[in-house]
T-cell receptor, first 111, second 114 residues
Framework: GQNIDQPTEMTATEGAIVQINCTYQTSGFNGLFWYQQHAGEAPTFLSYNVLDGLEEKGRFSSFLSRSKGYSYLLLKELQMKDSASYLCAVTPGYNDYKLSFGAGTTVTVRA | DAGVTQSPTHLIKTRGQQVTLRCSPKSGHDTVSWYQQALGQGPQFIFQYYEEEERQRGNFPDRFSGHQFPNYSSELNVNALLLGDSALYLC?????????????FGPGTRLTVL
């Protein structure tokens, strides 16, 4: 089975940094995605990790530890437009094409 | 370049009715997946279509069925609607020639069952 856990909500101030953790226990692992989803809109791709380590992309960075079943998404220099739900998703592996999602973390950025 | 498109945007049905949702994949993509997203939850995988066949299915009852056409577009059909089927239905497309399983999502169809 698939078990993917994220915190439900986080609040931070504009300009600050927030780290969203994701832990997973899945029957297989072939990579981990982070998606951003604004209310009422489609999820949009933020990052993909398949190897251990940190991937940096502008204000967003994502980290993966396969041995610990752990990832985090780091959002720096927060802006009001970053208020959204952030979804962690695992792609399980060979011949398993689905994305298994966590419930999402709602981030609220306050002025 | 048009992304993934879905129709209709919103739909209201009553219990017991049937519904068909439609999806056109991103240009160059040959694979379509369908997800159900209940309020406050992450998307749940329904099934994936490739080469006009259902390649993989999630834990959804047979009331949920689909189809993929030669132009790669897809339909999701739900029969005998239940109140619990109320959700956002997301279509995602991908390419088998892609370097990894990145799926591009459409804006979704919001289904309300009364």
């Amino acid at each position: 089975g698939q078990n993917i856990d994220q915190p439900t909500e986080m609040t931070a101030t504009e300009g600050a940094i927030v780290q969203i953790n994701c832990t997973y226990q899945t029957s297989g692992f072939n990579g981990l995605f982070w998606y951003q989803q604004h209310a009422g809109e489609a999820p949009t791709f933020l990052s993909y990790n398949v190897l251990d380590g940190l991937e940096e992309k502008g204000r967003f960075s994502s980290f993966l530890s396969r041995s610990k079943g752990y990832s985090y998404l780091l959002l720096k220099e927060l802006q009001m437009k970053d208020s959204a739900s952030y979804l962690c998703a695992v792609t399980p592996g060979y011949n398993d094409y689905k994305l298994s999602f966590g419930a999402g973390t709602t981030v609220t950025v306050r002025a | 370049d048009a992304g993934v498109t879905q129709s209709p945007t919103h739909l209201i049905k009553t219990r017991g009715q049937q519904v068909t949702l439609r999806c056109s994949p991103k240009s160059g993509h040959d694979t379509v997946s369908w997800y159900q997203q209940a309020l406050g939850q992450g998307p749940q995988f329904i099934f994936q279509y490739y080469e006009e066949e259902e390649r993989q299915r999630g834990n959804f009852p047979d009331r949920f069925s689909g189809h993929q056409f030669p132009n790669y577009s897809s339909e999701l059909n739900v029969n005998a609607l239940l109140l619990g089927d109320s959700a956002l239905y997301l279509c995602a497309s991908s390419s088998t020639s892609g370097s990894y399983n990145e799926q591009f999502f459409g804006p979704g169809t919001r289904l309300t069952v009364l």
